[in-house]
């Protein structure tokens, strides 16, 4: 069985100036100064809520546990092409060729 309790240690992560700006950094976004410490408190919430969630006992529960009887429908697999989606799409990228996006060689 599975219990999401990994320790008895109680971890709370502090979002700061620091982590703000590395959340910046990996995600390539730029947040205005003025915009910082509303950013900060909603990712603290976020965080805060997530944190909740490991008070939940779940011990009891199967891993492959589902609400639905006979577990998830499936659907035929079936690709659909969009030719002026993926014609659009590539008119708005910096270089393409042969329906592909041309992008630089970052492997020597």
């Known amino acids: 069985m599975y219990n999401n309790k990994t320790s008895n240690?109680?971890?709370?992560?502090?979002?700061?100036?620091?982590?703000?700006?590395k959340l910046e950094k990996l995600?390539?976004?730029?947040?205005?100064?003025n915009k910082k410490e509303e950013v900060i408190h909603q990712l603290s919430d976020i965080v805060a809520y997530v944190e909740n969630l490991s008070e939940l006992d779940t011990s009891?529960?199967?891993?492959?546990?589902?609400?639905?009887?006979?577990g998830t429908p499936m659907r035929e697999d079936i690709p659909i092409k969009q030719d002026e989606v993926i014609k659009s799409i590539l008119d708005h990228a910096p270089q393409s060729?042969?329906?592909?996006?041309?992008?630089?060689?970052i492997i020597e």
């Open 60 to 70: 009891g529960l199967d891993a492959s546990f589902s609400t639905l009887t006979g």
């Open 97 to 105: 060729e042969d329906d592909f996006f041309v992008v630089p060689a």
């Open 9 to 21: 240690k109680e971890e709370n992560v502090q979002i700061d100036n620091t982590i703000l700006e």
């Open 27 to 33: 995600s390539h976004l730029r947040i205005d100064d």
